[in-house]
């Protein structure tokens, strides 16, 4: 399997902390997304990181990616018990179609 | 502007009955994407428009599924002869060119019964 997985699986905090996920994956990348999912249904795009880039930042994200160890982390600064939710990381496999594999996700909860 | 909308948002149908599951992607979005999600996994990939044609259709576990895009627009995932296993969120999403972000429905919850 090409997915992507996300580590740790299941991350509790407290508000105003910061939130560390990390993702690997197998083969070279067109580019990374990361996604957020409350409740089970819709994914919500948080940001999408090219191959030939090694940072990125929106807001109170931050994402990094490292080509050469297969590993990509969100960082979630200053976080919020609205940040409660499922965070998924999505690769785009260079030399497949477009579509995403996306890891199982990982359970995020931010405690008031 | 609007985001992908699906539509039934939710549907309970019988084993051995036909459904039809509908997304409206974002307006100006060339490519179209069908996943499926089960309970505590993440999506899985299912087919990809690009215009009206099926790209990749690899992800279509039998033959019991199929999608069109006649006009390179909406777009429509059938299912023949249901199954419980088939019981899932099914997830469309759209994005406005090959390799850049692609922005999800809120999904349509399959339950067969």
């Known amino acids: 399997s090409q997915q992507g997985e996300e580590d740790p699986q299941a991350l509790s905090i407290q508000e105003g902390e910061n939130a560390t996920m990390n993702c690997s994956y197998k083969?070279?990348?067109?580019?990374l997304q990361w996604y957020r999912q409350n409740s089970g249904r819709g994914l919500v795009h948080l940001i999408l990181?090219?191959?030939?880039?090694r940072e990125k930042h929106s807001g109170r994200l931050r994402v990094t990616l490292d080509t050469s160890k297969k590993s990509s982390s969100l960082l979630i600064t200053a976080s919020r018990a609205a940040d409660t939710a499922s965070y998924f990381c999505?690769?785009?496999?260079?030399?497949?179609?477009?579509?995403?594999?996306f890891g199982k996700g990982m359970k995020l909860t931010v405690n008031p | 502007g609007a985001g992908v909308s699906q539509t039934p948002s939710n549907k309970v149908t019988e084993k051995g009955k036909y459904v039809e599951l509908r997304c409206d992607p974002i307006?100006?979005?060339?490519?179209l994407y069908w996943y499926r999600q089960s309970l505590g996994q993440g999506p899985e990939f299912l087919i990809y428009?690009?215009?009206?044609?099926?790209?990749?259709d690899s992800g279509l576990p039998n033959d019991r599924f199929f999608a069109v895009r006649p006009e390179g627009s909406v777009s429509t995932l059938k299912i023949q002869r249901t199954e419980r296993g088939d019981s899932a969120v099914y997830l469309c999403?759209?994005?406005?060119?090959?390799?850049?972000?692609?922005?999800f429905g809120p999904g349509t919850r399959l339950t067969v019964t």
């Open positions: 083969t070279s990348i067109n580019n």
């Open positions: 999403a759209s994005s406005r060119a090959a390799d850049y972000e692609q922005y």
């Open positions: 999505a690769t785009d496999y260079q030399g497949g179609s477009e579509k995403l594999v």
């Open positions: 428009f690009q215009g009206t044609g099926a790209a990749d």
């Open positions: 307006s100006g979005h060339t490519a």
């Open positions: 990181i090219r191959s030939n880039e």
